[in-house]
C-alpha cells in the first residue's frame, strides 16, 4: 500500500540548501522519498524508530551528518518529513 508524502516547510528550506549546494545529496534524499512511499518502516537509509517520543517517529541516514526525520500517520496512509538537515534532538 503506498503512502502519501508530505513535507513540512523547514523540511523544503533543507531540500532546497541542498540543491544549491550537494546535488548528490538530492539524489539521495530523493530515492529514500521514493523508498517512504512504498514502505515508511523499512528499506534503505537505516530507518530506526526515534525514541522519546510518544508517536511514530522515524530517522533514516542520508549521510554521516545528514537525517532524515519523518513522522508516520497509518490512520491516513500519510508520511510527513519534518526535517533533512543534521541530526535529530531528543
Known sequence: MNYSI??????????KFFSKNDKR?????????????THPKTGIGNPER????DE?????????YHRMIYKINNDIKT????SLYGHYEK
Open 56 to 64: 511514530e517517529f522515524y530517522s533514516r541516514r542520508i549521510n554521516q
Open 50 to 53: 526515534l525514541k522519546y517520543k
Open 79 to 82: 508520511v510527513i518529513i519534518i
Open 6 to 15: 508530505d513535507i513540512t516547510e523547514e523540511a523544503e528550506e533543507h531540500l
Open 25 to 37: 545529496l538530492v539524489k539521495k534524499i530523493n530515492n529514500l522519498i521514493k523508498d517512504l512511499e
